[in-house]
């Protein structure tokens, strides 16, 4: 139904019930054509014809009545309690012996202030200003003077009531607008939020809630535009690492391990904090790289000297004991640190020397605060240059394979041989397996040249075999590092190997160290037990170094143990290492493993390990590695190679 069809309340208020009769003939739909009301409404309406109707409109009202004003007034406040209001309400200016039209008007609008009112007067009643001098207002307020006209009170009518169904429309729409505003208001601000929270999570680090890298290179760029612009701005970088964080992860789990790294961030931070000098530094800010790695720029600095005060202070703070779910855990960091010169130009320069001084720091003993100089520059230069010419090394042939005996102790005889990798670089001449072992791990080189290695050894000892029948019972070990044990085609190509060799299994040894043991011992696990079911020897190499521990001895399969040389060279000097050394002896023996002690120079350590019956040895009193012509000498021999005391 439209507006112009709807029924509008209207409210007559008025002592006199003629009137009510003349008002209702007006506004209700009902035409009731009779003579006498045509009279009746004469007397209020300067309308003499009878037959004259109301006029063509199609709107119709609802109409109620009230004699007094009190009355009205209780009609408006229970339309406005049923949310039903009037539209509109005629007011008679004199109603004895009640409220006069004001009061009443006044009273009608406390209950509906927006209801629209006119006011039924004579001449002779009151003034337009007196009026509104007394009502306080002109809105929704209108002036009827008596007699009427019957086309102007349904005028009045519909354009009061349409008014208010009109203003009423608006302040829905208006509302409905507010809650539309409000909604949006809601949603721009939960939108701000979520940006602000997107911003904050592309530039911090989820775990730590510290900076990130990219926040991190950008208050880099800031601080390197800085120096550009001012040659006497000194900042500097300094970059973390836990020292031995995995053993932490593999041994208490990762749980532990993100609580280590979460309270390191805050001991980090808070460090920063109550720095002496903070106050002469402009900012600083800690940055979690990832994994165990962190990273503090240091922005605004008087001298170098602060920077290394400010990594001393950090390395003490977070060396000191933690309690983490019940375990007390001290960690140390060791840190690398670089400060800002005039020839970096991007953030990752920096960050690579700052990487490179830490590196230097770990190789030298952990635990230490190294700041790149020269030196360590040059070393990054040769590792970079060793790390693209080792990639040339295997194809142009510039690779080879060394042979050291392990002799049986009991026997002087040679039980078998280790393959020792050496590069002779045509410029650089001999490089030590103890430069480009590592850099070939780094780079993935790894594979390719422990593939090299095995394939050579195994052709090797397959022209020894095939040379000297007798010498059949001789073996080859070889050095595997932990990427070649996380790859897990090793198995199947050591297979291929020995198969297209002719050897068997029990003809190859495979040497580990402990630490690649504390780097995921499960997967190590696997691995030797797979080969181990093809036949092939898994020696425990360097025994006793760094991360000792008697349970792997237990939990991996291990055929010989290789006691590392420090405990050999000790015994002399320290009856403990020759009791460790005795106790390890024993140990395996019972669980039906060979012991071959490395190291051995002298011939005193030899008679000793004779006395504790230690399986076999090897070192340069019996013999220095020696290329595969002399090796083949040694067995064209079949000579034992270690002098009898």
Known sequence: MSIATQPQRV?????????????????????????????????????????????????????????????????????????????????????????????????????????????????????????VGRLGRTHHLLLLRKPFDKAEVWQLASAQTRKRQAEHAAQLRQGELEAINQRLAEEIAARTVAEDRLKHDALHDGLTDLPNRLLLTERLARCMER??????????????????????????????????????????????????????????????????????????????????????????????????????????????????????????????????????????????????????????????????????????????????????????????FEALVRWEHPELGTISPAQFIPVAEDTGVIHELGKWVLREACQQLRIWHDAFPAAGHVSVSVNVSTKQLAWAEFPTFIQQTLKDTGLAGRDLNIEVTESALIENSELVRQMLQSLRSLGVGVHLDDFGTGYSSLSYLHQLPFDAIKIDRAFVRDMKLDGEHANIIQAIQVMASNRHMAVIAEGIEKI??????????????????????????????????????????
């Not at 012996?97 to 209801?115: N, Q």
């Not at 504790?612 to 034992?640: E, F, I, T, W």
């Open 11 to 131: 409210l007559v208020i008025d002592d006199d019930q003629t009137l009510h009769e003349a008002f209702r003939n007006v506004l209700t739909p009902l035409r009731i054509d009779s003579g006498s009301l045509d009279a009746m409404a004469a007397d209020f309406f300067d309308e003499v014809d009878s037959a004259k109707s109301a006029p063509a409109d199609l709107t119709t009202f609802e109409l109620d009545l009230a004699s007094q004003g009190q009355e009205g007034w209780e009609l408006v406040k229970a339309a406005v309690a049923q949310g039903r209001p009037y539209g509109m309400a005629f007011v008679d200016m004199r109603m004895p012996p009640g409220w006069d039209g004001l009061e009443t008007i006044e009273h009608l609008w406390e209950a509906d202030p927006d209801l629209e009112v006119v006011i039924c007067t004579a001449f002779s009643d009151h003034s337009w200003d007196q009026i």
């Open 227 to 416: 120096a550009r612009r001012h040659p006497d701005y000194l900042y500097a970088v300094l970059f973390l690492d836990l020292d031995d964080f995995k053993l932490v992860n593999d041994s208490l789990g990762h749980t532990i391990g993100d609580h280590l790294l979460i309270e390191v961030a805050q001991r980090l931070a808070g460090a920063l904090r109550t720095l002496d000098t903070a106050s002469r530094m402009d900012d600083q800010t800690p940055a979690r790289m990832g994994g165990d790695e962190f990273v503090v720029l240091l922005d605004g600095l008087n001298t170098a000297g602060d920077a290394q005060r400010v990594a001393q202070r950090i390395h003490d703070a977070v060396a000191q004991p933690l309690t983490i779910a019940g375990y007390e855990i001290t960690v140390s960091i060791s840190v690398g640190m670089a400060l800002g010169r005039p020839e970096y130009s991007v953030p990752d320069e920096i960050l690579r020397d700052a990487d490179a001084a830490l590196y230097h720091s770990k190789a030298i003993g952990k635990s230490r605060v190294h700041l790149f100089d020269d030196t360590i520059r040059q070393q990054v230069l040769d590792r970079v240059r060793i790390s693209s010419d080792l990639r040339k090394a295997i194809p142009q042939h510039q690779l080879r394979l060394l042979y050291q005996p392990i002799v049986s102790l009991s026997t002087n005889r040679i039980e078998s």
């Open 604 to 645: 005193e350590q030899l008679v000793q390990l004779q006395a504790l019956d230690c399986n076999s040895g090897q070192g340069y009193y019996l013999s220095r590695p020696v290329d595969g012509k002399a090796a083949h000498a040694m067995l064209a021999g079949d000579r034992p190679l270690a002098l009898s005391a």
